[in-house]
């Protein structure tokens, strides 16, 4: 779906499968024996919560995640024929995914638990709260990334289109994809990545390695193509947020012995119009 940047079941069986089946049972390794799987005394959040929250930001970025919704979906050659079709679908994607983790628990929520209990007492404590950071920095920043993806696949579906959109059909509604809307949607991501990077220790940002730099990156570049006047607001917004993603950017990107070269390419040129927009 997202080009070469992720690879994906085939389509149809997508349809078939319930992803809550492939879920791993929501408890530490500790607890499963060989013939049963004890109950802890509390039921608290594990490292495998973090697992079975990533998967379903992954699965509601390409299906309804409602059990049996997927199959009442358009399949990719009725999108291919229907721009209306795969706009409103892309539409209903991305607004699912937006608002997918509002009711997490409060330890993987981007500014953490609000007090200590959530997490082991005792020596492991410090581990814990390291585990769970480092979990909240991936499931936070790849929940914005492929916002940003989906996004894109707007944007292209907009492009992509001779003339003006046709009219909407009754239970579809226009996505305003023109091109300072969609910007604005951008922002907002960037917003929300700069504030999930900084309530973080830098600690749990790099245990994340280089995947977390590229997701960083690819959210900040899409605000590159700015439409809005140099001199208007959004504009100059946009060269701070460039300058604010570069230095996320050196910091997170410590695995080369020469990051020079590295930093200064980090803008995906095939995003940048031929026109510069910003100043």
Not at 159 to 177: D, E, F, M, N, V
Not at 187 to 208: H, I, K, M, W
Request: glycine share 4%; charged share 20%.
């Amino acid at each position: 779906m997202f080009g070469e940047r992720l690879l994906y079941l085939d389509p149809a069986l997508l349809q078939t499968i319930n992803p809550e089946d492939m879920m791993p049972l929501e408890v530490d390794d500790e607890f499963i024996m060989e013939n049963e799987v004890l109950a802890p005394r509390i039921q608290t959040p594990c490292v495998v919560t973090g697992f079975i929250l990533h998967s379903r930001v992954f699965w509601a970025a390409v299906r309804d995640p409602l059990p049996g919704h997927s199959a009442e979906e358009p399949c990719p050659c009725v999108q291919a024929r229907d721009p209306l079709i795969q706009i409103s679908y892309l539409q209903d994607r991305l607004q699912n995914l937006k608002y997918l983790l509002h009711d997490i628990p409060a330890i993987l929520r981007p500014w953490g638990p609000p007090n200590e209990d959530l997490l082991n007492s005792g020596g492991t404590a410090a581990i814990s709260r390291l585990n769970f950071a480092t979990m909240r920095a991936n499931l936070h920043v790849t929940h914005l990334w492929l916002q940003s993806l989906l996004i894109d696949q707007l944007e292209a579906a907009h492009a992509g289109q001779r003339g003006a959109l046709p009219a909407s059909r009754p239970g579809h509604s226009l996505y305003k994809t023109d091109p300072k809307s969609l910007w604005l949607e951008r922002e907002e991501l960037c917003r929300q990545l700069f504030f999930v990077l900084s309530t973080l220790p830098q600690a749990s940002l790099e245990a994340n390695g280089l995947h977390l730099a590229y997701k960083v990156r690819d959210i900040a570049a899409s605000i590159l193509a700015c439409p809005f006047h140099p001199q208007e607001p959004e504009a100059k917004r946009a060269a701070e947020y460039v300058q604010d993603a570069t230095s996320w950017l050196s910091r997170l990107d410590r695995s080369e012995s020469i990051n020079a070269l590295h930093l200064q390419s980090w803008v995906d040129t095939d995003r940048v119009r031929s026109e510069a927009t910003i100043p």
